[in-house]
């Protein structure tokens, strides 16, 4: 079974360039979930839905960043403009959330470098 | 939300076993330890979970104190594999909690020495 598939791997922009990452989710999982990780901490929630809705964006900075999750699948997080502490891991995963809990699987995340 | 405490780091040679603690002196009655791990350049991976009762799966074992204040995961034979940063995490599921994400903390760094 393929797992969270996440593209670009790595991307290096200016400051105030806008960028895009890309995440597809495993089959069949109707949560997913946008991380963002800064070096040698933990990843921190910027965005979840549960199939197309957004039911968590309280810590996506919405003057700069969008997300959307069309048809429930696939899904794409924007920044513009980009800034120099945008500079981060941002990761995606997904989960079949079925009643109170759910385990999370990870793709191998987006390394963005804001020059 | 109840929060975790562990080790920044630790260290382990390889083929013996690991015993990675955390403590959770705020836990409440409906909330499941979950632990995930970081291996270098890659997502976090789940690795194990429990309320009460000790756990173990193909890849550890879940140790939970009567009390719950506090847990162990134990990696039975380490290998230069395991080497990563390991996340014990609390998710309450009396509630909508459980279905928010993952709040992660520093972690413990393992390495494992050949």
């Known amino acids: 079974e393929a797992g969270v598939v996440q593209s670009p791997r790595y991307k290096i922009i200016e400051k105030k360039q806008p960028v895009a990452f890309w995440c597809n989710p495993i089959?069949?999982?109707?949560?997913l979930y946008w991380y963002r990780q800064n070096l040698g901490q933990g990843p921190e929630l910027l965005i979840r839905?549960?199939?197309?809705?957004?039911?968590?964006d309280s810590q996506l900075p919405k003057d700069r960043f969008s997300a959307e999750r069309l048809k429930g699948v696939d899904s794409t997080l924007k920044i513009q403009p980009a800034e120099l502490g945008d500079s981060a891991v941002y990761l995606c995963?997904?989960?079949?959330?079925?009643?109170?809990?759910?385990?999370?699987?990870f793709g191998p995340g987006t390394r963005l470098t804001v020059l | 939300d109840a929060k975790t405490t562990q080790p920044n780091s630790m260290e382990s040679n390889e083929e013996e076993p690991v015993h990675l603690p955390c403590n959770h002196s705020?836990?409440?009655?409906?909330?499941?330890i979950h632990w995930y791990r970081q291996l270098p350049s890659q997502g976090p991976e789940y690795v194990i979970h429990?309320?009460?009762s000790n756990v173990n799966n193909r890849m550890a074992s879940l140790a939970i104190a009567e009390d719950r204040k506090s847990s162990t995961l134990i990696l039975h034979r380490a290998t230069l594999r395991d080497a990563a940063v390991y996340y014990c995490?609390?998710?309450?599921?009396?509630?909508?909690?459980?279905?928010?994400?993952?709040?992660f903390g520093s972690g413990t760094r393992l390495q494992v020495q050949p």
């Open positions: 995963a997904s989960s079949f959330l079925a009643g109170t809990t759910d385990t999370q699987y």
């Open positions: 089959s069949g999982h109707n949560t």
């Open positions: 839905y549960e199939n197309e809705e957004a039911v968590d």
């Open positions: 705020t836990i409440s009655g409906t909330d499941y």
């Open positions: 429990g309320l009460t």
């Open positions: 995490i609390l998710r309450d599921v009396g509630g909508d909690t459980g279905r928010r994400a993952l709040t």
